[in-house]
């Protein structure tokens, strides 16, 4: 049977989010159903709401930082039972045959993963509708398992925030030795600060604002270097094996790339759209230096976060917020206003 489910939603560029009703599919027999106790709020869904990449189709129920608890499950179900806790993050399905998703690369397929919002279901060809809302359905292949010790309202931003900034990691191999650079500090790059230092590298964060370093101490940085500094940025000449970008604005990378070590890799996580100004080739053919992006992780690779964050401690900093604050802790998300990451108590949503 199909379920009636109130949400919050956007039904044009120009409005507030709202209370919006809408229905969720009858379950498939792989399909988990989840009841959201918890929601985080990422950049990208204020992004999406005023259609600031100029591909939302309205109406818009944002959310792809999900934890919630199973209600039922499908006959072919075999992961999770009722009264188990899971996570949804960004992607709901895949074409599950190419040849990135045979390698557990579900983020690159190459017919297009299916968003956890803002796009259409490969077997209905619905809208699909995020966590802002009471229950959410999807394919077990895209349900998380939530590790027992993780904080439920913490590890929200994980889904999103944390394993956009664990697969670079993983794929650039950093570990005991490596010598990591992380740009901004914001929801990303706090995770991004966390995630390296647990997995022993050393860590040092760019920032323009000198009143960040205590706090970037605490979350795991050993170095700041004042990016508006011209003698500090000339000390790091050469020391960083990867640096990870999380800046989601357009911004010049060109001070940056000597910072980097021979091989060394500039990756982008932060920011969609063209990179301005142009980028000096020089660093990177004398020292054969790499600008690179990276798009969240595949399931098996999410899985893999969470489990390394339940046994390290590690979950987001966070503030929680009722549904009805959303459209105020928007505009606090534009002035950089939180730390780091607002979560909804989905608890706030009442008919």
Same mark, same amino acid.
């Given at each position: 049977?199909?379920?009636?489910?109130?949400?919050?939603?956007?039904?044009?560029?120009?409005?507030?989010?709202?209370?919006?009703?809408?229905?969720?599919?009858?379950?498939?027999?792989?399909?988990?159903?989840?009841?959201?106790?918890?929601?985080?709020?990422?950049?990208?869904?204020?992004?999406?709401?005023?259609?600031?990449?100029?591909?939302?189709?309205?109406?818009?129920?944002?959310?792809?930082?999900?934890?919630?608890?199973?209600?039922?499950?499908?006959?072919?179900?075999?992961?999770?039972?009722?009264?188990?806790?899971?996570?949804?993050?960004?992607?709901?399905?895949?074409?599950?045959?190419?040849?990135?998703?045979?390698?557990?690369?579900?983020?690159?397929?190459?017919?297009?993963?299916?968003?956890?919002?803002?796009?259409?279901?490969?077997?209905?060809?619905?809208?699909?509708?995020?966590?802002?809302?009471?229950?959410?359905?999807?394919?077990?292949?895209?349900?998380?398992?939530?590790?027992?010790?993780?904080?439920?309202?913490?590890?929200?931003?994980?889904?999103?925030?944390?394993?956009?900034?664990?697969?670079?990691?993983?794929?650039?191999?950093?570990?005991?030795?490596?010598?990591? *650079?992380? @740009?901004? +500090?914001?929801?990303?790059?706090?995770?991004?600060?966390?995630? $390296?230092?647990? !997995? /022993? *590298?050393? @860590?040092? +964060?760019?920032?323009?604002?000198?009143?960040?370093?205590?706090? $970037?101490?605490? !979350? /795991? *940085?050993?170095?700041?270097?004042?990016?508006?500094?011209?003698?500090?940025?000339?000390? $790091?000449?050469?020391?960083?094996?990867?640096?990870?970008?999380?800046?989601?604005?357009?911004?010049?990378?060109?001070?940056?790339?000597?910072?980097?070590?021979?091989?060394?890799?500039?990756?982008?996580?932060?920011?969609?759209?063209?990179?301005?100004?142009?980028?000096?080739?020089?660093?990177?053919?004398?020292?054969?230096?790499?600008?690179?992006?990276?798009?969240?992780?595949?399931?098996?690779?999410?899985?893999?976060?969470?489990?390394?964050?339940?046994?390290?401690?590690?979950?987001?900093?966070?503030?929680?917020?009722?549904?009805?604050?959303?459209?105020?802790?928007?505009?606090?998300?534009?002035?950089?206003?939180?730390?780091?990451?607002?979560?909804?108590?989905?608890?706030?949503?009442?008919?």
């Amino acid at each position: 049977m199909t379920m009636k489910v109130l949400g919050y939603a956007a039904t044009s560029a120009k409005v507030p989010l709202a209370p919006f009703e809408f229905t969720r599919r009858a379950p498939r027999p792989d399909d988990v159903v989840m009841e959201v106790l918890y929601c985080g709020v990422c950049h990208s869904d204020l992004h999406q709401a005023r259609n600031d990449w100029g591909f939302s189709t309205y109406p818009i129920v944002p959310g792809h930082e999900v934890v919630g608890r199973v209600t039922a499950v499908g006959k072919d179900v075999t992961k999770f039972k009722v009264g188990d806790f899971a996570g949804i993050g960004c992607m709901v399905d895949s074409c599950r045959h190419c040849n990135p998703c045979q390698q557990g690369l579900e983020q690159y397929c190459e017919e297009g993963n299916v968003q956890t919002y803002n796009g259409i279901d490969r077997h209905d060809h619905q809208p699909t509708y995020g966590g802002y809302s009471q229950a959410i359905v999807a394919s077990q292949d895209f349900v998380l398992k939530m590790p027992a010790g993780l904080d439920l309202k913490a590890a929200a931003p994980l889904l999103c925030a944390g394993i956009t900034t664990w697969s670079p990691l993983r794929h650039w191999k950093v570990g005991k030795g490596s010598k990591v *650079a992380v @740009v901004g +500090l914001g929801g990303l790059g706090h995770m991004a600060l966390k995630l $390296a230092n647990a !997995l /022993g *590298a050393e @860590v040092t +964060l760019f920032t323009r604002s000198p009143n960040k370093e205590a706090d $970037a101490r605490r !979350l /795991g *940085a050993h170095h700041i270097v004042l990016s508006t500094d011209d003698a500090q940025m000339a000390a $790091a000449k050469g020391q960083f094996d990867l640096i990870i970008d999380t800046v989601p604005y357009v911004h010049d990378i060109n001070a940056y790339m000597p910072t980097l070590n021979v091989d060394g890799t500039l990756v982008f996580v932060g920011f969609l759209g063209d990179i301005s100004p142009m980028v000096s080739t020089l660093p990177m053919i004398l020292g054969r230096r790499s600008v690179a992006g990276s798009c969240i992780g595949g399931i098996a690779e999410t899985q893999e976060m969470l489990d390394f964050c339940a046994k390290h401690g590690i979950a987001s900093d966070i503030e929680m917020i009722n549904i009805q604050d959303i459209n105020h802790a928007y505009e606090r998300m534009l002035k950089s206003d939180v730390k780091y990451r607002f979560v909804i108590d989905m608890a706030s949503l009442k008919p």
